[in-house]
Structures are given as structure tokens and as C-alpha cells.
């Protein structure tokens, strides 16, 4: 059994707690909280142990919150730490926290791979290096749209291999999570470099991939427009199923509208915060046109990250066979049964 503690419970470190404080392998240590708010008393109403800094302690526990230590102590007793700390803030907690106590962990993607602030040499996607994080003590786990992307792209390179001449994505970012109290601005911003291109191509280095990334006033999900120029006529294939059928985590929808109906669909459902923690092909919006296949899908923001953590941790951890931690995910998060649900309604 590994002991696990999670230091953030923003957006991604609420939903990592849900499901790794159900996992048997893993023994909870708990959560670091650094502000008193309606997370907090989240945590409190789990029964999770709450962990803050020294300075902390006393301002916490003077307004009634029952702590359980520093920061310092749950990392002290723990095997692996998942950094869910706002961006940028994953550098500091490496330098100052997890290399002086020689403790392993996972950070997220907005953390660098590169530079003067780099918290790991890897970003991991499950469908791609899953083996290559086996054992590694630092590792990124990729952002949700890179994550979103490494599904979709790899299938395909595996199908037409070097029939494929490059790949065109423009990303269609969501403004906020739908748990975010900051204003959603009547906006439409622009990246002006992304990246999310340099971090797909740390796993696919040998893809020609340009990415462009946009963001809109939504809180519903990530949508994505991918363009596959190929070398001669696009090959052919029946249907976007025949590509995509037995992948994990990757829905092929017909039907749905927009993001939203994905979303509340899976509020119906009573999907755990919402999240499909997949992607969602639109099949309708399939275009083949000589040597250029074109195809839509929506990408469940933070949620898609989730199982994501947890298979990066089964690597590092235990160096699992992969479809031994793919069942053991999906026994956890319930993928493929949410994904036959969301098939089933929006499906041909």
C-alpha cells in the first residue's frame, strides 16, 4: 500500500481526492489546504485530513478547522506526493519540499518541462509512454487538452502510421471550470504561443503538429478542431468507430449539440462533479476531402486528467503491466461504462 498525500485541493486536487481516497492500493494521507474556504470546508465534510502550512496553523484552527499537521509532516509521511498546486507553484514545492525530504511526485500541466523553473524531463500520456514513467521520480502529467489531443493523435498514427503528413489543431479552450467564482469576460482571446504543441510533441517528437489555441466565454468544456493533412487521398475507413471503438477513454458521439448537452448529460447521469473524464468525437462533423480529414471533439477539461493521475501513479509506483492499470482505472472511475451511457444517448 502507498501513501499518497495530494498538496492543493483547488479544481484537480478535489477531484484526485474523490476517487484516490477510494483506491484500495493507496493509503490517504490527506490534503493540503492553504486558504479557508467552501473547499475547505468540503475536506472537512469528507472526513479528509487537512494539512496546512506551519504559519498557518494557528489562524486555521482559531476559526474551528480541525488540522491534522504542516504540510512538511503529511509530506514526511508519505510515499508520493501529487503537486495540485495553482501553476507555477510546483517549482517552489520541488525545490523547498519534495527533493529535501527525497520524496517522488506528479505535478500537473501547467507546470515547465524546460527552463530555469522545470519540476520533470517527462510529460506522461497514458496512450503513449505510459512504460517510460515507470520507476521516474518526477513527472508531469499533460494539461487536459494535451491529454485530449495524445487520444485522438496516436490511434491514428498506430492506423496510417507514415500516411499521415501532419496535424492541424486549433483548440477551443473553455474561459473557466464550472466551480470557479472568477467572471466569464464576453471575450475571445488568443495564445499567441501555445504550448501545447512542444508539450505533445515531448511524446511525439516526430509528428508535424501546429497548434493554435483560442479561448471563449464558456465553463462547459474544451472543444477541439483537428485537421490530418495526409501524404495522398485519405484512406479509407467506414466509420470514425472503426479507428476508435476499443480505445479508452474516447467516445464516439453523433448527436450532441454543443458542449453543454455533454455536460448536463453527465449531471443527469450522476456523474461524479460532472466530469465524462473522456473525450467526445462528434462523428456528424466528420469531413474527408482528398488528402485532408477533418474532425471535431470535446475535451472534459479537468476531468480527463483525473484517471490520468491515477495511471501515472500505477507507473511510477508499481510499474504495472498498462492493461492491468487501464482495468484497474476504469474499476475506479467507471470510463467505460460512463462512455457506453453517453453512446447510448447521443449515439447514431
Same mark, same amino acid.
Given at each position: 500500500?502507498?501513501?499518497?498525500f495530494?498538496? &492543493?485541493?483547488?479544481?484537480? #486536487?478535489?477531484?484526485?481526492a ?7 492500493? +493507496? ?6 489546504k ?7 470546508d ?37 510515499d ?20 529535501? !525530504? ?6 500537473? #500541466? &501547467?507546470?515547465?518541462? @524546460?527552463g530555469?523553473?522545470? /519540476? ?12 517510460k514513467? +515507470?520507476?521516474q521520480k ?10 485530449? !489531443? #495524445? ?22 479552450r ?6 470557479? @467564482? ?28 501546429? /497548434?493554435e ?47 453543454a ?8 447521469? &450522476?456523474?461524479?462533479?460532472?466530469? @465524462?473524464?473522456? /473525450? ?10 482528398d ?27 508499481? #510499474?504495472?503491466?498498462?492493461?492491468e492499470a487501464?482495468?484497474? @482505472? ?17 449515439g447514431?
Amino acid at each position: 500500500m502507498v501513501r499518497v498525500f495530494i498538496n &492543493g485541493y483547488g479544481n484537480i #486536487g478535489r477531484r484526485i481526492a474523490s476517487a484516490f481516497s477510494h483506491d484500495k492500493d +493507496i493509503q490517504f494521507v490527506g490534503i493540503g489546504k492553504y486558504s479557508i474556504d467552501e473547499k475547505l470546508d468540503e475536506a472537512i465534510a469528507k472526513k479528509y485530513p487537512v494539512y496546512v502550512p506551519e504559519e498557518k496553523i494557528a489562524e486555521f484552527r482559531q476559526k474551528g478547522y480541525d488540522i491534522s499537521g504542516t504540510i512538511s509532516d503529511a509530506i514526511k509521511r508519505s510515499d508520493l506526493v501529487i503537486d495540485a498546486a495553482k501553476d507555477g507553484f510546483g517549482f517552489s514545492n520541488k525545490v523547498n519540499l519534495y527533493v529535501p !525530504m527525497n520524496k517522488p511526485a506528479i505535478f500537473q #500541466g &501547467g507546470e515547465d518541462r @524546460t527552463g530555469e523553473k522545470k /519540476v520533470a524531463d517527462i510529460i506522461h500520456n497514458s496512450r503513449i509512454n505510459y512504460d517510460k514513467v +515507470i520507476n521516474q521520480k518526477y513527472v508531469i502529467q499533460g494539461s487536459c487538452n494535451v491529454s485530449g !489531443m #495524445g487520444r485522438i493523435m496516436q490511434p491514428m498514427i498506430e492506423k496510417f502510421a507514415d500516411k499521415i503528413q501532419r496535424y492541424d489543431v486549433t483548440l477551443i479552450r473553455r474561459w473557466a471550470d464550472l466551480e470557479d @467564482t472568477k467572471e466569464v469576460k464576453d471575450s475571445i482571446e488568443w495564445d499567441k504561443n501555445p504550448h501545447h504543441q512542444d508539450d505533445v510533441k515531448s511524446f511525439l517528437p516526430s509528428v508535424k503538429l501546429y /497548434v493554435e489555441a483560442y479561448k471563449v466565454p464558456s465553463r462547459m468544456m474544451h472543444l477541439h478542431q483537428m485537421t490530418i493533412r495526409f501524404k495522398d487521398k485519405v484512406p479509407y475507413f467506414d466509420s470514425i468507430s472503426d479507428i476508435y471503438h476499443d480505445e479508452f477513454g474516447v467516445a464516439v458521439l453523433s448527436k450532441a449539440k454543443g458542449t453543454a448537452d455533454i455536460r448536463l448529460k453527465a449531471r443527469e447521469f &450522476g456523474f461524479e462533479h460532472d466530469d @465524462t473524464n473522456m /473525450v467526445h468525437i462528434h462523428e456528424e462533423t466528420m469531413r474527408k476531402n482528398d488528402d485532408t480529414l477533418k474532425i471535431l471533439y470535446s475535451d472534459d477539461q479537468t476531468g480527463i486528467v483525473i484517471p490520468e493521475n491515477h495511471l501515472l501513479f500505477q507507473s511510477m509506483m508499481f #510499474g504495472r503491466p498498462k492493461n492491468e492499470a487501464y482495468e484497474r @482505472t476504469d474499476s475506479l472511475f467507471q470510463i467505460s461504462k460512463k462512455r457506453d451511457m453517453l453512446e447510448k444517448q447521443f449515439g447514431a
